[in-house]
């Protein structure tokens, strides 16, 4: 399977489908939540994107359905050029597929031998060996600290630099050698998954185009529309729930004179939605996954 979705009804529930409405998966992967959706539509239509080559394989074919080729940074690009401005809702599960992860050639796990890519399209020029072996040591500190949350992200960052310096670090086997005095051994697997974490998000712009799309999903929602994210770690999810609250990304609310809070949105999940028991034990990469869901109010 390319990818089991995660929370599937209850982020399709959370969407309120109209039959003759119009909505967009903003990240199409398998197309597991865009099928769900089609199956609850009657004559309204679904705009999918995914800027991953090998997702376009997994293209539905219903004349109801539009699967664009691009990173849902330009999500509102693209719906002008379809003139279906405004929809009626937007769902998005972000992270990485399954698919991607067990491909050893892209890179994305610790489990497999490969080259040390990362990159969700072959558009994105610069890989993760490119990020490793080019980065000076300010930068790559800052990229593991921000996004790894890692503890000794300055002794990591040392150690890649001195280590590049006799060798370029082309491979996951080779960056894991270079970097194996930095990592605990009581909980190898969670810091090699964090600093892959780190890497990942840099060479994917994630959090940049994350906050994109958040903004121009507000502008591309119809009054009354619904949103629908699944988060996976907390930076993400911490952008969402921001932005959801407040309409910016720091979570600061503004106030109107009489002392209501100025929002966009209307949060209908007070805390997010985790996976059930059933769910966790049939598909371990939900564990952590959070789904928040808004309605857009002005």
Do not use: W
Not at 21 to 34: E, L
Not at 88 to 98: E, F, K, N, V, Y
Not at 115 to 124: A, E, F, G, P, V
Not at 258 to 275: A, E
């Amino acid at each position: 399977m390319y990818h089991n979705p995660v929370l599937l009804t209850e982020s399709i529930d959370g969407l309120s489908i109209k039959p003759e409405g119009t909505y967009v998966d903003v990240t199409f992967g398998g197309g597991g939540h865009s099928r769900e959706i089609l199956s609850r539509l009657g004559n309204g239509r679904l705009f999918a994107f995914d800027q991953d080559e090998d997702a376009l394989a997994n293209t539905i074919s219903d004349s109801r359905f539009t699967l664009i080729n691009s990173n849902f940074r330009f999500l509102i690009h693209f719906l002008r050029f379809h003139n279906v401005l405004p929809v009626d809702g937007i769902i998005a599960d972000l992270g990485i597929s399954s698919h991607q992860i067990d491909t050893p050639a892209r890179g994305f796990s610790t489990r497999y031998e490969g080259d040390l890519d990362m990159r969700m399209s072959k558009s994105i020029k610069q890989s993760a060996a490119d990020v490793i072996n080019s980065y000076e040591e300010n930068r790559l500190l800052s990229v593991f600290r921000e996004y790894g949350e890692i503890d000794n992200a300055r002794r990591l960052a040392s150690c890649i630099v001195e280590v590049r310096e006799n060798q370029a670090i082309q491979t996951i086997q080779e960056f894991k050698e270079a970097i194996r005095s930095c990592v605990p051994r009581q909980t190898e697997n969670k810091y090699l998954a964090m600093v892959f974490q780190a890497l990942r998000i840099e060479v994917n712009k994630e959090l940049e185009n994350l906050k994109e799309m958040l903004k121009q999903a507000h502008q591309s929602l119809a009054v009354g529309g619904m949103i629908s994210i699944i988060a996976y770690h907390s930076l993400e999810d911490r952008l969402v729930k921001n932005y959801l609250k407040a309409g910016n990304f720091e979570g600061t609310l503004e106030k109107d004179f009489y002392g209501n809070v100025n929002s966009n949105f209307r949060n209908i999940t007070r805390k997010p939605i985790t996976p059930t028991t059933q769910e966790l034990e049939a598909n371990q990469r939900s564990r952590s996954a959070k789904l928040r869901i808004a309605e857009k109010i002005s």
